[in-house]
């Protein structure tokens, strides 16, 4: 029997029905494309095997001038500094009470303890830190008050419920002898309010997490009620921090990471500094610190397009002066900065209504500011990259490069990214590179999802396109660290690109062509019986194996059915398979541990077996 050799085209083309695309792959997950031929990605280990607190949604590496590196991230609960192995806990503190404003109130028999403090300014899920506290008289003692607590829930604006642990954390159940308060000299270290872990759209009544604010109330979204999301940047050794709509805030690498980071405002020589922002960026060349969408001199109030920049080489002073080179300005075209991305002696700014140009000029203006184009816009603050001296974004409809000039990227699956994405948390999504592979990479939640579970890779060499799932919230490029690390929603970072393992179990993988037929278009029903195999395994081992199954129908708009599946091995010459059908389609999969691989081009044996 004939063997037909088959190399289907490179890269995963969704545009067209699964007929209609024959001849190349039409669906995978956990595959790429390399020189034309796809094979499985690489596998993640754990960074460490340490957890963190809430969602990671930025992850930011550099290293100071001693060569120490160090990895800023943050959740919607925390901000941590990473050296190594520990994640300590940097989150700024927005308020500590003078001893005896705090006290506390047990119940016997109940875990739950009642915090009264005057305007605590508080959320539901805030930490803070008691100190100074006494036993309130039974198994509530000292050492059970004095450590940081999360906030159960806000009574109103003078308390709230925390539930009483034991400095191991176990709960612990007040007695009839709990009957203090703490005595004079409690006080209360509040940590920045947390965010929230799911998108807000709108304000008004219903905005905000379900239960805030009074019946009927409407609400204003801040940086308290919308999703956390970070900006960070390093000021030489130093880390500047911003939650979206938040302040600006600064950790000192020379005290160590056992200090947390301070507001700006606290810096010595701090002048006019910002209040609220949606982002910050330290300049490359000329060390100004900028805030896009941030409030305008003289007001507290967040101006979502307005930029502001402090003096050259200093983050405290932001008082414009004939001596210095502190400044702002408001853009137009748009009602609010979506995000900005530092390039080559350029700053690109995209607004909810198009793009903007910031390049350093210096003296009188400092930057100057064109607009790119109208129309144009970002998905979400995080939704660009830096890659191949070219920006690569993605909008609310397709993707698009920047490189002088804006323009659309082809996209083989375009319609199957957008036509099940999750709009309503689009401000999830993200992009990151993989600079060893020429890919870019766009991390998004799918339709039935709310949080991030699918990615589309495009690898801007060959251009071609690929799709898969896997749920990841943030992503560092492979330069300080050599490989990529990301954060999961399991609140682990992984390294990426280490191994061929999902972190030591074996990784599901796969790819399936689209339909293939007989020429001429199908006429004739075809009989298969011989498979020939062109697959390289990656350190290799003696049970590396793929499966190779062979689906058929007889029409297109019919449902596939298996019709036989056989073992591929390094050592596998052929396979002998029984299938007739009019329409096949090949898929090869994988989910052994320890190895990867490679496709060739595989051959069948085939004929023609009748109309019928």
């Given amino acids: 029997m004939t063997l037909i050799k088959y190399n289907f085209r490179a890269g995963i083309d969704r545009e067209g029905t699964e007929y209609s695309s024959e001849g190349g792959w039409f669906d995978a997950d956990k595959m790429r494309f390399r020189s034309g031929l796809p094979e499985k990605i690489g596998g993640w280990t754990k960074y460490n095997s340490n957890t963190f607190l809430g969602t990671c949604r930025s992850l930011f590496n550099y290293a100071a001038k001693s060569g120490t590196e160090y990895v800023g991230l943050g959740t919607h609960l925390k901000f941590y500094i990473n050296d190594g192995t520990t994640y300590n806990d940097i989150t700024p503190i927005r308020a500590t009470t003078s001893a005896g404003d705090v006290t506390f109130a047990a119940s016997n028999g109940s875990s739950t303890i009642t915090v009264t403090d005057a305007s605590h300014g508080a959320v539901k899920d805030d930490f803070v830190t008691f100190s100074g506290a006494a036993s309130l008289g039974g198994l509530v003692v000292a050492s059970a008050l004095n450590q940081e607590y999360q906030i159960d829930s806000i009574v109103d604006a003078n308390s709230y419920k925390v539930t009483a642990k034991d400095t191991s954390g176990d709960e612990i159940t007040a007695n009839s002898s709990d009957s203090g308060n703490g005595g004079s000299s409690v006080v209360g270290a509040y940590q920045i309010n947390v965010g929230l872990d799911e998108y807000i759209s709108s304000t008004g009544w219903g905005a905000g997490a379900w239960g805030a604010g009074g019946f009927g109330s409407a609400t204003s979204l801040d940086d308290t009620n919308q999703l956390r999301t970070w900006t960070q940047d390093n000021f030489g050794d130093d880390l500047l921090l911003n939650p979206r709509m938040g302040g600006v805030y600064y950790w000192d690498q020379s005290s160590g990471t056992s200090v947390r980071a301070v507001a700006i405002s606290t810096l010595g020589g701090a002048s006019d500094t910002p209040t609220n922002t949606f982002q910050i960026m330290t300049s490359d060349i000329d060390r100004h610190v900028i805030c896009f969408g941030v409030n305008p001199l003289g007001t507290t109030t967040l101006d979502p397009m307005h930029v502001r920049w402090s003096d050259q080489e200093s983050a405290a002073d932001w008082t414009p002066t004939s001596t210095n080179t502190a400044g702002g300005v408001t853009l137009s075209g748009g009602s609010q900065i979506i995000g900005a991305l ?11 209504a198009g793009m903007h140009s910031m390049r350093f000029s210096g ?110 919230t943030a992503w560092i490029e492979a330069h300080m660290k050599q490989k990529p690390l990301a954060a999961a929603t399991n609140n682990y970072l992984y390294i990426h690109e280490d191994g061929h393992d999902d972190d030591g179990s074996g990784m599901s993988a796969y790819i399936e062509s689209a339909d293939f037929d007989l020429e001429p278009d199908g006429d004739y029903f075809m009989f298969l019986n011989r498979l020939v195999p062109d697959v390289r395994f990656k350190d290799e081992e003696t049970d590396d194996e793929v499966s190779v199954l062979i689906k058929g129908r007889d029409y297109s708009l019919d449902t596939l059915t298996t019709l036989s599946t056989s073992t591929v091995t390094s050592s596998t010459s052929q396979n002998f398979i029984r299938a007739r059908t009019r329409q096949a389609v090949m898929r090869v999969e994988s989910s052994g541990s320890g190895y990867g691989w490679r496709l060739g081009s595989f051959r069948l044996g085939m004929r023609q077996d009748g109309r019928r």
């Fill in 363 to 472: 003296a009188p203006f400092i930057f100057t500011f064109n607009q790119l184009v109208e129309g144009v816009s970002m998905i979400s603050p995080n939704a660009s990259i830096n890659a191949n001296n070219a920006v690569f974004f993605m909008d609310r409809g397709g993707f698009y490069t920047y490189s002088g000039a804006v323009q659309a990227l082809p996209c083989s699956v375009l319609d199957y990214v957008y036509s099940d994405i999750n709009l309503g948390q689009a401000f999830k999504c993200f992009g990151t590179s993989n600079i060893d592979f020429n890919e870019v990479m766009w991390f998004y939640p799918s339709s039935s999802s709310s949080e991030i579970d699918r990615y589309v890779i495009y690898n801007y060499v060959e251009n071609l396109w690929s799709i898969g799932t896997l749920a990841r």
């Fill in 342 to 352: 530092r390039t080559r002696q350029e700053i690109v700014i995209w607004t909810d």
